[in-house]
C-alpha cells in the first residue's frame, strides 16, 4: 500500500512539473514571437523594452497586459482612431496583439521625474483629491494612489510622458478618443482647463 502511495504521489508530481514545463515553453514562445513583432513594428517609437524617449509616444514597459491588448484591438476595429497605429496593427491577429500585450508587460519601467508639480502641488491636489467644485473625482480613485492601475480595469499611469498625458487628455475632451468605458474620461476631461491638465499630467509623470 505504502509503495502504491509512494508511486501515485511521484506521477502526481511528474504530471505537475510537465504542466508547469510546457507553459512556461509556450510563454516562452509567445515571449520570443513578440519580441520579433516589436524589432519590426515597434522599436522605432516604442523602444525594444517599452521605455520610449519620444515624449509624445507613451511607455509600455510595465503596463498592465489586457490594457495594450485591448489598446491594439481598438486601433485595429476602429474604435480607437490613430492612422499611424492602424496602419501598424492591420497585419496583427489577435494571438500577435496579446502576445505584445504580455510581452510590454513583463518591461521594467523606467521612472521619472514631475518638472514642477511635485509634492503639495496643484498637479498632487487634482490627482488625489479631485476638483470637488467641479465634480472631478480624484485621479487615484482609479488608477491609485502610486498610478499602478487596476489590471483589467485601469490603466498604469506612473513615470508616463506628460506630453503624451496631456494629449490623450485633449482627444477625450474633444471626444476625438472614445474607447474609455462609460465615457468616464470624457466627461472628466471636459471639466478641466487647459492648466488643469497640464498640471496633473506633469504629476503623474513624477509619480513612482
Not at 54 to 73: C, E, F, V
Not at 86 to 100: F, P, R
Not at 146 to 173: C, E, M, T
Request: aromatic content about 6%.
Amino acid at each position: 500500500m505504502l509503495i502504491k502511495n509512494q508511486i501515485f504521489i511521484f506521477l502526481s508530481v511528474m504530471s505537475i512539473s510537465l504542466s508547469l514545463l510546457a507553459e512556461q515553453k509556450n510563454q516562452s514562445d509567445q515571449y520570443l514571437a513578440a519580441k520579433k513583432i516589436v524589432n519590426n513594428l515597434c522599436i522605432a517609437c516604442h523602444a525594444i523594452d517599452g521605455n520610449s524617449t519620444i515624449t509624445m509616444n507613451p511607455k509600455l514597459a510595465g503596463q498592465h497586459s489586457s490594457y495594450i491588448t485591448k489598446q491594439l484591438m481598438n486601433f485595429k476595429d476602429g474604435t480607437r482612431e490613430n492612422s499611424v497605429m492602424a496602419g501598424m496593427v492591420a497585419s496583427l491577429s489577435n494571438e500577435d496583439m496579446k502576445n505584445l500585450g504580455l510581452y510590454f508587460s513583463q518591461q521594467s519601467l523606467v521612472l521619472s521625474s514631475a518638472k514642477t508639480n511635485g509634492k503639495n502641488s496643484f498637479g498632487e491636489k487634482i490627482y488625489r483629491a479631485g476638483l470637488a467644485d467641479k465634480s472631478v473625482p480624484a485621479c487615484a480613485s482609479c488608477h491609485g494612489p502610486a498610478g499602478h492601475g487596476i489590471p483589467d480595469v485601469y490603466p498604469r499611469l506612473n513615470s508616463q510622458h506628460s506630453d503624451y498625458i496631456l494629449s490623450q487628455l485633449n482627444l477625450f475632451r474633444l471626444e476625438k478618443r472614445a474607447n474609455d468605458e462609460n465615457m468616464v474620461m470624457r466627461a472628466i476631461a471636459q471639466k478641466l482647463t487647459e492648466q488643469e491638465m497640464l498640471a496633473v499630467s506633469d504629476y503623474i509623470e513624477g509619480l513612482q
